[in-house]
Nanobody, 123 residues
């Protein structure tokens, strides 16, 4: 079973940047698409970004296109989310997730997810 551990959350001012990382403990990480979700207080969890098993395909939510970049390092079994031009509405708990494909991840069909890391963007 794939286990995922997120890191890199914190407090940042609007317009700033943060980089989230997710470490996978299972060696089949390279066979899964990976992605990120977020859940703001009082709101449902929403898809943020996904990347295919070989990094060749990336999907983003419209709300983060042009600001967030997802990447993966298969040698280190990690996936990252570089977040630039952060807005207060980006405040949420961010969760790393694994799925069979990026399409699966984008519709919340997951095989594993982490415990989450809090990102707070102050105005």
């Amino acid at each position: 079973q794939v286990q995922l551990v997120e890191s890199g959350g914190g407090l940042v001012q609007a317009g700033g940047s943060l980089r989230l990382s997710c470490a996978a403990s299972e060696r089949t990480f390279s066979r899964h698409a990976m992605g990120w979700f977020r859940q703001a207080p009082g709101k449902e969890r929403e898809f943020v970004a996904a990347i295919s098993w070989n990094g060749g395909m990336k999907n983003y939510a419209d709300s983060v296109k042009g600001r967030f970049t997802i990447s993966r390092d298969s040698a280190k079994n990690t996936v990252s989310l570089q977040m630039n031009s952060l807005k207060p509405e980006d405040t949420a708990v961010y969760y790393c997730a694994a799925g069979r494909t990026t399409a699966d991840i984008s519709v919340n069909v997951l095989v594993a997810w982490g415990q989450g890391t809090l990102v707070t963007v102050s105005s």
